[in-house]
């Protein structure tokens, strides 16, 4: 699968597959929470496309700073 870095201020989010300037959203596939090294909640969320297929991966961290080492808390 094609990935793309977007523009989000170094948070990581991704655009997945190609033509993505072609397709739009469809819907929020999956989200989970985790927290990254320096404390910050970090929120991913799988977006799909109207038809169904994967579309980006969105990293909101709460502060908007750059993503650094999400911590493991499994």
């Keep these: ?3 793309e870095p ?3 201020g170094g948070m990581g989010s ?3 597959g190609s033509n993505h ?3 739009s959203f469809g819907k929020c596939a999956a989200e989970i929470e985790s927290e990254d090294s320096d404390g910050v909640p970090v929120i991913f969320s799988l977006y799909l496309d109207k038809s169904g297929a ?3 991966l969105d990293v909101f961290k709460a502060d908007f700073s750059t993503t650094k080492v999400l911590n ?3």
Excluded: A, F, I, N
């Design 1 to 3: 699968m094609l990935v």
């Design 6 to 8: 977007m523009q989000d």
């Design 14 to 16: 991704l655009k997945l």
């Design 21 to 23: 300037e072609s397709r």
């Design 54 to 56: 994967p579309y980006e």
């Design 72 to 74: 493991d808390h499994s």
